[in-house]
């Protein structure tokens, strides 16, 4: 066999195998994660849908942020060599290590976080597959940030006597740039030997405040309490100690911050000092005693305890008994009697397995009827005498007494195995398991249970056989339409075999649970053993790839799609559709429906397709169809995507389909043939003086078939200039002018033509100086392909310098700067004069321009020597008026002055000279006039403005007091005014000027 031969086989192998294997998919914890220096890190990988044993190896590395593309290798479930030197030390110490959760998950931990482990950390897995497939490797971010949590309590010894009240501070602080909560909690630490601390009160992230299980009670009566008196200052108050509450008090805070997955992780936790607190009880004496029938007894025994309270004169005194074991409280019975169970004993004590009663004011007894091991333990009753029946706050004496309690156990030799014969099955196909019992010498219930993945921690009860052998179903399963007449039988040598007829769908999955019950003695022993079983819809498994020989196809060429279909049962059994999607470049709509093939082998073109329809041809295969496109066309450039649908076995394919699923899309592009244009690159440049202008634009080469179209810009002369479009002559030789020169002025000055076949020209007419730059051409080729006009390619001329050439005289103008103020609404007028007489035969122009902000100059409006007036800014021409009183004076008037008019503004003269009869002038001189900056006011109303804007009789009834006090103040302070005028002597207003002559304000 030659070595194509070789490479073909294997090409084949490995794309058999690919039909029957998943995607390796490494996930990691979902990042940026912000953990504090010092702190304890653990961050999770796992991997699914890989081949190969069930235990996955791990590697991680890190990239760090000053060399994020080099990796360094920290630490490996494999390879022991593998950590880089830095990691070497650390590793072997276990500051860092990985701990398996189960085969295809892990933990790394980073036991003392330090500031150089920041970085985007990855985890590897390495392939345990036949071939590569899917992703091996994720990664998330990892900052590290300082510690910056602070808490302080002052260390203190309290004595007090019993019922006292006690307040203690704690100062808690943080400076976290991250956004973080705070949590603040008590603790009561007693006994030197004891490790474990008792919660009084919490104040949590969620800003609730939640008690400890031995402070519930006094929380809610207001006993104990927890307040925030400052930004950083927590106090604890207990109203009335107790002797219980003797022991080390201390304050522990913790930040916390919110992961990416919605999770609130603790980065950092402080303990202040301790506070110590010594209580002495100030009640009467009360002696209580506890006993039991018996402390040492087997499991399923009865247990009683007595508690005898040896208190004189008890019928005239009230109290309250609490049993408790393991210091968690039981059953209580008030001054009255009252009997109150915990939760957790309420069933036991409704099934009578449970008892407490009060013989005599000073004898509780406490019974359980059959004693388990969570029975054993110790046993406390705790008195308290109250001055009131049922006033807790009364209470003056609190005395307790306890006895230990063992329980044995007796042990079962019951051991049992569950098993199935059917532990991959199709939805509709029969579940058979077994539960084999041995060493149960009596007879046993069971119980089969349900227990389905997609509900954590939910069981299903299925079926039972009591000792007598009474089976029933659960409610789930009684209903022998859906799955069948279920059967639960016992076999011989203990075997009890449930048979489930028919899977009703993927949800009958999971595990399933027997649980067996030996009974003896009236007490128990159950056994459990599971056996888990997969039940696959039609969709496990069923993937469909779409893929091409090539990308990129040339006009006229041929191009075939193929959609591979994998599924993890034999598809030629099924009825298999298949939909071909479309999505045109660039898009104009969603992925579109273009063909359906049906399982009957029907052609259907859903919407009408003319750029396919005769052109695109079907082929079906085993386990994968074929879309085949004739001589491609533009339109048939796009995003390809198949859609597989299939129906259930030996049902026709009516309804939904049993299961369907969508490939990947696949991008083809149609290349246009190949342009040939070339315009000429020559740069060139005319200078002059006046006149008309015409910019040429040359085609050296392109096809005999094409059409152009030619757009033309300038560049301007100024430093940060853009280029700016004048027109386009599109290929129909339809013009389209830019913005900025699309007036009906400069759409008459600047004309695009073709003078040749192969010459394109722009005429200027009336060349002036804001027409000074650099002109040049855009070519577009354009080509009818059977269906439209496609652009084949561009290409940009050279560039035509056009200047005007420098005037012979320079004009005489006024260049003296000006500063002109101006209230809103009114209206100004900014100076510009000629100085000097004109040579003969000249005619004069000008241009009044606005600085902008952006150092640009902008054209408000142009008197032109013919006496035409031109408005570039259109909106501004009803407020622009150029005054011209005399030759030389061609101020300009601004009316209805606004806030945005505020800046500076000069004007241009120009002088031409006519050449001859029937031609432009030539410009013969120049000059620019002085800056006048104009300074807007707002409009200020006053009081005598409104007096005379009111109807004249009544205002002077209603304001002539007003108007007396106001020349009042004016006589008295008048030696601060001054009495201004304007230049023809009339009253504008006063002016209040300080010693410095500073104007200040105006009225």
């Known amino acids: 066999m030659g070595l194509a031969q070789c490479l073909a086989a294997a090409f084949l192998f490995l794309l058999l195998l690919g039909l029957t294997t998943g995607q390796r998919l490494v996930t990691i914890q979902q990042g940026p994660l912000y953990r504090t220096e010092g702190s304890h890190v653990t961050l999770w990988c796992k991997v699914s849908g890989y081949q190969g044993p069930a235990e996955q190896n791990f590697q991680w590395s890190i990239y760090l942020p000053s060399a994020p593309e080099r990796e360094v290798q920290i630490v490996s479930t494999v390879d022991p060599s593998f950590p880089y030197a830095i990691y070497t030390q650390r590793v072997r110490g276990r500051g860092i290590f990985v701990e398996r959760l189960q085969g295809d998950a892990v933990l790394l931990h980073i036991t003392e976080l330090q500031e150089r482990d920041a970085g985007q950390y990855e985890c590897h897995t390495p392939n345990t597959d036949e071939r590569y497939l899917g992703t091996y490797s994720a990664k998330t971010n990892l900052s590290v940030i300082p510690d910056t949590l602070l808490a302080s309590m002052a260390p203190q010894a309290f004595t007090l006597m019993e019922g006292d009240a006690v307040e203690l501070t704690c100062e808690v602080s943080k400076s976290t740039v991250q956004h973080t909560h705070l949590s603040v909690g008590w603790y009561l630490l007693q006994g030197a030997g004891e490790p474990h601390a008792k919660e009084i009160l919490t104040l949590s992230k969620d800003f609730t405040l939640k008690p400890g299980p031995f402070y519930e009670r006094r929380f809610l009566e207001g006993d104990v309490q927890l307040n925030k008196v400052g930004n950083t200052t927590y106090k604890l108050v207990i109203g009335g100690v107790k002797p219980s509450d003797q022991g080390q008090l201390y304050c522990e805070a913790a930040e916390w911050i919110e992961d990416p997955d919605g999770t609130w992780k603790d980065i950092s936790t ?16 009360l002696p209580v005693d506890i006993t039991a029938a018996e402390r040492s007894l087997a499991e399923g025994d009865s247990l009683q305890l007595s508690c005898v309270v040896g208190a004189p004169e008890s019928s005239s005194r009230h109290f309250e008994v609490i049993w408790l074991l393991n210091e968690m409280e039981v059953a209580r019975v008030d001054p009255h009697g009252v009997l109150i169970w915990e939760e957790e004993y309420k069933e036991r004590a409704r099934l009578g397995q449970l008892r407490a009663f009060k013989p005599s004011n000073t004898i509780y007894v406490l019974t359980i009827s059959e004693a388990g091991l969570k029975d054993e333990g110790t046993y406390r009753c705790s008195v308290s005498e109250m001055k009131t029946p049922g006033d807790l706050h009364s209470i003056q004496t609190n005395v307790s007494s306890g006895i230990q309690v063992n329980v044995k156990a007796i042990e079962s030799h019951m051991r049992l195995s569950v098993s ?25 219930s069971l119980r089969w249970w349900h227990l389905p993945p997609q509900h954590p921690g939910h069981r299903v009860l299925v079926a039972t056989m009591e000792r007598d052998g009474t089976r029933s179903l659960g409610s789930a399963y009684q209903d022998g339409g859906t799955r069948g007449s279920l059967r639960l039988e016992k076999e011989s040598s203990g075997t009890f075999t449930l048979v489930i007829p028919s899977t009703l769908d993927e949800d009958d999955g999971g595990q399933y649970r027997c649980e067996v019950t030996q009974w003896s003695r009236g007490r128990n022993w159950t056994e459990k053993g599971e056996a888990a079983v997969m039940v696959s819809s039609m969709g496990l498994g069923l993937h469909a790839t779409l893929r091409s020989r090539i990308a990129t196809v040339s006009y006229g060429q041929s191009f075939e799609l193929f959609c591979q279909v994998d599924a993890s049962y034999t598809l030629e059994e099924v009825p298999v559709s298949v939909r071909w999607l479309f999505q045109p470049s660039p898009p104009t709509a969603p992925l579109h429906e273009l063909v359906q093939l049906s399982p009957s082998g029907t052609v259907v073109w859903r919407t009408a397709q003319p750029h396919f329809q005769g052109k695109a041809q079907l082929v079906k295969t085993d386990t994968s169809f074929k879309l085949h496109i004739h001589s491609a066309l533009p339109a048939n450039q796009g995003t390809y995507q198949c859609e597989v649908e299939v129906w259930r076995r030996n049902i026709l394919p009516l309804g939904q389909p049993a299961a369907s699923t969508s490939s990947n899309a696949v991008a083809i592009k149609v290349v246009l043939p190949e342009s040939k244009l070339q315009v000429t690159m020559k740069d060139s440049s005319v200078e002059i003086a006046g006149g008309n202008a015409a910019i040429e634009c040359r085609i050296v080469f392109a096809q005999n078939n094409s059409q152009f179209a030619v757009t033309w810009y300038l560049l301007p002369l100024l430093a940060d200039a853009t280029p700016l479009q004048i027109v386009r002559a599109n290929y129909s030789s339809i013009l389209e002018y830019g913005s900025k020169f699309s007036s009906p002025a400069r759409k008459s000055q600047f004309l695009s033509q073709r003078v040749s076949s192969n010459i394109f020209q722009l005429q200027i007419l009336s060349v002036a100086l804001r027409d000074q730059g650099r002109y040049y051409c855009v070519v577009e080729e354009w080509l009818w392909l059977v269906d439209g006009w496609y652009k084949l390619g561009e290409g940009t001329s050279g560039g035509t310098m056009l200047k005007f050439r420098p005037p012979e005289h320079q004009l005489q103008m006024e260049k003296t700067n000006h500063s002109i103020s101006a209230r809103e609404g009114e209206e100004v007028t900014l100076p510009c004069r000629l100085q000097g007489a004109l040579p003969p035969g000249t005619h004069l122009s000008a241009t009044w321009f606005q600085v902008k902000s952006s150092g640009s100059d902008s054209a408000l409006l142009t008197l032109h020597q013919d006496g035409t007036m031109e408005y570039p800014q259109e909106h501004l021409a009803a407020r622009l008026f150029l005054r011209h009183p005399s030759a030389g004076d061609f101020s300009l008037t601004l009316g209805s002055v606004e806030r945005g008019d505020a800046g500076a503004y000069y004007c241009q003269l120009q002088g031409w000279q006519q050449q001859s009869q029937g031609k432009d002038g030539a410009l013969k001189a120049l000059a620019d006039s002085g800056y006048t900056q104009l300074i807007t006011i707002p409009p200020e109303p006053t009081v005598l403005s409104r007096i005379c804007s009111s109807p004249p009789l009544l205002n002077f009834i209603l304001y002539l007091p007003l108007v007396l006090i106001v020349l009042m103040a004016l006589t008295v302070f008048c030696w601060y005014c001054k ?7 009339n009253f504008t207003g006063w002016t209040m000027e300080l010693e410095e002559d500073e104007e200040v304000k105006k009225t």
């Open 270 to 285: 402080k303990q202040t000092e301790r506070t110590s607190l010594a209580v002495a009880s100030q009640g009467r004496d």
């Open 420 to 444: 199935t014969s059917t532990p991959r099955v199709t939805v509709g196909d029969p579940l058979i398991l077994h539960c084999q019992v041995q060493g149960a010498t009596l007879p046993v």
């Open 979 to 985: 009495f201004r005028k304007n230049k023809k002597g």
